[in-house]
Nanobody, 115 residues
Framework: QVQLVESGGGLVQPGGSLRLSCAAS????????MGWYRQAPGKQRELVAT???????NYADSVKGRFTISRDNTENTVYLRMNSLKPEDTGVYYC?????????WGQGTQVTVSS
């Protein structure tokens, strides 16, 4: 069982920045690729960024060039640096494996982009 705890969300103005963190515990060594997902109000959860153990990254078109995913394998932590935030980035952000571990969804962290 893998436990995932997200943090770092908050209220930010358009154009601002945030850094999210995801701490993994349990059998996290089994995870090859980690991802950040988000769920906007009234929408389905979507995958926005992934990173594998070798550091290869991939991004959704909507965040490419603005978000940066990184990981610290020694600390079992994954980060998401978000720059140039837009109101449409508002939502609850979750980390999980890609593909996701169904029983490992955490509470997520709320990101609100508003003036």
């Amino acid at each position: 069982q893998v436990q995932l705890v997200e943090s770092g969300g908050g209220l930010v103005q358009p154009g601002g920045s945030l850094r999210l963190s995801c701490a993994a515990s349990g059998s996290s060594f089994m995870i090859v690729t980690m991802g950040w997902y988000r769920q906007a109000p009234g929408k389905q959860r979507e995958l926005v960024a992934t990173i594998n153990r070798g550091g290869y990254t991939n991004y959704a078109d909507s965040v490419k060039g603005r978000f940066t995913i990184s990981r610290d394998n020694t600390e079992n932590t994954v980060y998401l640096r978000m720059n140039s935030l837009k109101p449409e980035d508002t939502g609850v952000y979750y980390c999980n494996a890609d593909p996701p571990l169904i029983r490992s969804w955490g509470q997520g962290t709320q990101v609100t982009v508003s003036s």
